[in-house]
């Protein structure tokens, strides 16, 4: 199987950057905390790297870029080297510092991405035995188990000798959907706008009254020009320009949103002379009321003028 040690091209990073927290600088301490590596199809390789700074084995996710869902996992031995926890090659440089332990990767790996007094650690299994957690004698642990592990945890801890642990109860005490500690983080987390919804943001910024027309005619924004790439008028201001041609080209917008707002169904009818566009849908002036898009039921037809090129 074709894999690379390290690479940004992979579901987890996708999703990750659909949130606004992860920036680029973000990522890019991740990955140099993790080294996080991707298969040719894409699934993130999770590399569980020893006190030595040597590659033990690989943990590969298949997940759902937009959701975070993870599917399936299997695992990238490296030359039958016993395996160690994700992130033990972290501990030298910390030697002082609490350590976080969860059971998966991906865990890790997005808690420590944010401000906590941890460095971050998984097991990478469902049940650690004793011997998986002997690089953390002599440290203080905190565990944060997945939601309904508690006592799995807690039994497994207390078989490791001289080792000083808390285990949190935080996930057996939180509603919802969220099953680990990072499900629970980034559910309080923005998600990075659309396209539609940034254009619309930078919109507000250049005129909020267009905004607002926007909003209350349900239009689609399909883009905006930045100001940069508007060449600049050269001609010498000897007198007020004109707003006609820019008010045109707001007005050529809305109508082309409400052409696809009526799908091709009856368009004579809002273009009729009887009937105007409102916030509300279409306002026939023979009926005096709004009317359901595309039903044309004035009983007008003929004479509706020809269709405006």
């Not at 030595?52 to 590969?60: A, C, L, P, S, Y």
């Not at 976080?100 to 097991?123: C, G, H, K, Q, R």
């Not at 919802?176 to 910024?205: F, K, N």
Request: glycine fraction near 6%; aromatic fraction near 10%.
């Amino acid at each position: 199987m074709k894999s690379e040690i390290t690479s940004f091209n992979s579901s987890f990073f996708e999703y990750l950057c659909g949130f606004v927290w992860f920036d680029q600088e973000r990522l890019e301490a991740l990955m140099k905390r993790y080294p996080i590596g991707a298969t040719e199809q894409g699934e993130p390789i999770f590399w569980h790297i020893n006190s030595e700074h040597k590659i033990t084995n690989g943990r590969i996710i298949t997940m759902d870029s937009e959701t975070g869902k993870v599917y399936d996992d299997s695992w990238y031995y490296q030359d039958g080297r016993p395996t160690c926890l994700f992130g033990e090659h972290l501990l030298d440089s910390f030697p002082t510092q609490t350590v976080a332990l969860v059971m998966d990767e991906m865990t890790a790996a997005i808690m420590s991405s944010f401000p906590t007094p941890y460095v971050w650690l998984a097991t990478g299994k469902e049940k650690a035995t004793p011997t998986d957690l002997l690089p953390l004698v002599g440290k203080s642990v905190v565990v944060f188990p997945d939601k309904g592990d508690y006592s799995k945890w807690q039994e497994t801890l207390q078989a490791v000798p001289n080792l000083q642990f808390y285990i949190s109860d935080v996930m057996e005490k939180v509603q919802g959907d969220c099953h680990t500690i990072a499900q629970m983080v980034l559910s309080q987390q923005p998600l990075r706008p659309t396209e539609a919804e940034a254009a619309l943001m930078r919109m507000e910024d250049a005129n909020p009254n267009i905004a607002l027309l926007v909003k209350a005619l349900g239009l689609e924004v399909v883009g905006i020009s930045p100001t940069s790439d508007i060449p600049k008028d050269e001609t010498p201001k000897t007198k007020p320009t004109s707003k006609e041609p820019k008010q045109d080209a707001v007005m050529q917008s809305i109508l082309l949103a409400q052409e696809e707002r009526w799908h091709g169904r009856n368009p004579e009818c809002h273009k009729c002379k009887f009937s105007h566009e409102g916030i509300n849908g279409t306002y026939c002036g023979k009926l005096h009321r709004y009317v359901e898009y595309g039903k044309g039921d004035c009983g007008v037809e003929a004479d509706i003028p020809p269709a405006l090129g």
